[in-house]
């Protein structure tokens, strides 16, 4: 196991990066860095129920004669529909937060956490399917290996997106 636990910190450092690319966009709304952890947390969680749900789906032989689309269509579906949700309530959160600021509107800052997290959930959900058949085929271990490449996968689109998308709006 130590071999993946020493990659996950290594590909972990990617999730950083991304922060880090967006610095000046937090110095201007520090209520952003509030809501990194919601994003990566929903996506990382949402993710990892999809992944569970594959693992298990392989190991009892469910998914046996099911085109692989459809495990993959019906968690993204899933992964949408729950982080729509999801970014509804940080949309209200968020608005309410950022009265405040003065650098973006409260509604569009709003707009942007619904948009980041229902499209970041729905690739987390994507991805939480995927991966583990993905490396079923490449002769890994999933049950050892998806979850290191599924945080960052989440990790990365969750707060790339929603930064990305907040730094366009702020130009």
């Excluded at 993946?4 to 990066?17: H, K, P, Q, V």
């Excluded at 509107?105 to 956490?113: F, M, R």
């Excluded at 707060?159 to 990305?164: E, I, P, S, Y």
Aim: proline share 4%; charged share 10%.
């Amino acid at each position: 196991r130590h071999p993946w636990l020493l990659l996950n910190m290594l590909i972990a450092f990617g999730a950083a990066t991304v922060v880090g690319l967006f610095e000046s966009t937090i110095d201007k709304l520090v209520v952003l860095a509030a809501f990194l952890p919601v994003m990566s947390g929903q996506c990382s969680n949402l993710g990892a129920q999809a992944l569970a749900v594959t693992i298990r789906g392989m190991t009892l032989g469910e998914l046996r004669g099911l085109p692989r689309w459809r495990v993959l269509a019906k968690e993204a579906w899933l992964g949408l529909v729950n982080g729509a949700v999801s970014g509804l309530i940080a949309g209200v959160v968020l608005y309410f937060v950022a009265r405040s600021q003065s650098e973006v509107s409260p509604l569009w800052l709003a707009g942007t956490i619904f948009v980041a997290l229902s499209v970041s959930c729905m690739l987390a959900g994507l991805a939480g399917a995927a991966i583990p058949m993905l490396l079923r085929r490449l002769g890994a271990d999933p049950a050892t290996a998806s979850a290191i490449f599924l945080s960052t996968v989440t990790d990365i689109t969750s707060m790339g997106l929603f930064l990305g998308l907040v730094a366009l709006l702020m130009r």
